[in-house]
C-alpha cells in the first residue's frame, strides 16, 4: 500500500459515499486510477466492505464496554469460540501482552451488562477480566 491508497482509505472512512470524482479531485490522480485501486483494494480483501452507521446505532446499546480478558494459555480456542457466541461482544481482539482478548461488548442497561459480565466470567478458562464502560464517543472511523 502507498500513500495513495492510504489517502483512498482515509476518505472512504471518512465518508464511505465520496464519489470516485470527488477522490480523484481529492488526490491529484485520474478517476481511472482511483477506480482501480478501489477495485484491487476490494479484491486483495483491504476493503472488506462498504457500510454506514447511522447516530441510532449508537446510541442504542444503554451500556458499551470494552474488557479485557486473560486466559489461561490451553483454552485459548475454546474461550474465543464462546465469546463470539455471545450476541453481547459486538467484536472480539485477541491481542500480545497483559491481556489475550480484548472484547466489545454492548448492552441495554448496567443489570444486563452485569449479568454478561457474570457469563464471561463462568467460562472456563478464564482467569481474570478487566472492565471500562465507555462514557462518551466522540469520533468513530472504521
Do not use: C
Not at 502507498?2 to 483512498?8: R, S, Y
Not at 485520474?30 to 457500510?51: E, H, K, Q
Amino acid at each position: 500500500m502507498d500513500d495513495l491508497d492510504h489517502a483512498i482509505l482515509g476518505a472512504l472512512r471518512h465518508n464511505a459515499r465520496i464519489s470516485v470524482s470527488s477522490l480523484a479531485a481529492m488526490t491529484g490522480a485520474s478517476r481511472a486510477t482511483i477506480s482501480a485501486r478501489i477495485d484491487r483494494l476490494v479484491t486483495d480483501g483491504t476493503i472488506a466492505g462498504f457500510t454506514i452507521k447511522t447516530g441510532s446505532e449508537l446510541r442504542a446499546a444503554g451500556v458499551r464496554a470494552i474488557v479485557m480478558i486473560e486466559v489461561v494459555g490451553k483454552f485459548a480456542d475454546k474461550v474465543a469460540h464462546q465469546l463470539r457466541g455471545l450476541p453481547e461482544v459486538r467484536a472480539l481482539h485477541s491481542t500480545n501482552g497483559r491481556w489475550d482478548f480484548v472484547a466489545e461488548l454492548e448492552d441495554r442497561d448496567l443489570a444486563s451488562f452485569d449479568e454478561t459480565l457474570r457469563r464471561i466470567r463462568l467460562i472456563e478458562g478464564i482467569n481474570t477480566t478487566e472492565s471500562n464502560i465507555l462514557l462518551k464517543t466522540s469520533k468513530v472511523s472504521y
